[in-house]
């Protein structure tokens, strides 16, 4: 049995949206999600088609066109510190930059979204416990936190994505459980519940539906904000290791030449902000997509 709607138990319920596809005129209503989904799907094609477009091997050094200028016929965004092609670079860079957002994203979403969900319903010692370890968490800033986790695991790629994952996690907690207070209140949990169903239906197949758009939402805001604490960390020298094409170690390398050589930093910096702003917007226009106050203004 599904859950009941709602609107069922008012008596003036709000007339049906016109039109077959009222998400995607929301959508495309939307500059700023329009921009975004353009940006992420641009870098998203060019990670995915490198190998095709990489007009040299992003791991060939030639010190002696080191710190070329961009735009030159054979480089044509230049050359790095090591003579290395820094377009080719970028585009299998873009790999990994959407490899370490995306993935730490999901995985902290199951894993603080399942917490989140069962000592929200549940409540009692194991909820206030589970909110006392988040708010030890939340004490350390995210990088700080992250740092230390990415130092005591060793550099790489994987301490990288577990260092994300652990920094992520409680706030993913925090935004489900919130939902699930607001949702176990409202009447079409009490019908379930009379209804003799089990705790497990009520949570998985009543609440958690009711409550997916502020986690869609978060869960895009918050990858925008993992490419920054990504590319933070490999900055610092724990995500992946020279001489894999990685923007954070890109820009971390490119630092020492920007008296003599600023493109060399500044170019996979502005990717970095490029990325983190898609996935922002995209946030913002899932927010505006999912938010039903919106949808009852459509025509």
């Not at 939307?30 to 990670?47: F, K, R």
């Not at 350390?140 to 652990?166: N, T």
Request: net charge positive; glycine share 12%; with cysteine.
């Amino acid at each position: 049995m599904s859950s009941p709607n709602l609107d069922a138990f008012s008596s003036s319920p709000e007339p049906a949206v016109s039109g077959s596809r009222p998400w995607i005129r929301r959508l495309l209503g939307n500059a700023g999600a329009v921009v975004g989904l353009a940006l992420l799907t641009s870098i998203a094609i060019a990670a995915a088609f490198a190998g095709w477009l990489a007009p040299h091997d992003p791991l060939l050094a030639n010190p002696a066109i080191r710190h070329l200028s961009p735009f030159t016929p054979v480089h044509w965004l230049g050359t790095d510190e090591l003579g290395r092609d820094i377009l080719s670079r970028l585009l299998f860079g873009a790999r990994l930059a959407l490899l370490v957002a995306v993935v730490p994203t999901l995985l902290a979403l199951l894993a603080g979204g399942c917490i989140g969900l069962v000592v929200g319903y549940m409540g009692g010692a194991s909820d206030s416990a589970t909110m006392r370890v988040f708010d030890v968490m939340f004490a350390f800033p995210g990088i700080l936190l992250a740092l230390g986790i990415g130092a005591a695991l060793g550099p790489g790629l994987g301490s990288m994505i577990i260092a994300i994952v652990v920094v992520t996690i409680p706030a993913f907690g925090r935004v489900v459980r919130g939902g699930v207070l607001a949702a176990k209140r409202e009447l079409y949990v009490e019908a379930a519940r009379s209804l003799g169903y089990s705790h497990w239906r009520v949570a998985a197949r009543h609440i958690l539906p009711n409550i997916l758009g502020p986690i869609v939402v978060y869960a895009t805001l918050q990858t925008g904000r993992n490419v920054i604490l990504a590319a933070s960390l490999s900055f610092l020298g724990l995500g992946p290791q020279p001489p894999t094409p990685d923007w954070g170690q890109m820009l971390s390398s490119g630092r020492t030449a920007l008296a003599v050589a600023p493109h060399v930093a500044t170019i996979p910096g502005l990717a970095i902000v490029l990325l983190a702003i898609a996935f922002n917007l995209m946030g913002d226009g899932a927010r505006d997509l999912l938010d039903p106050r919106l949808k009852r203004q459509l025509p």
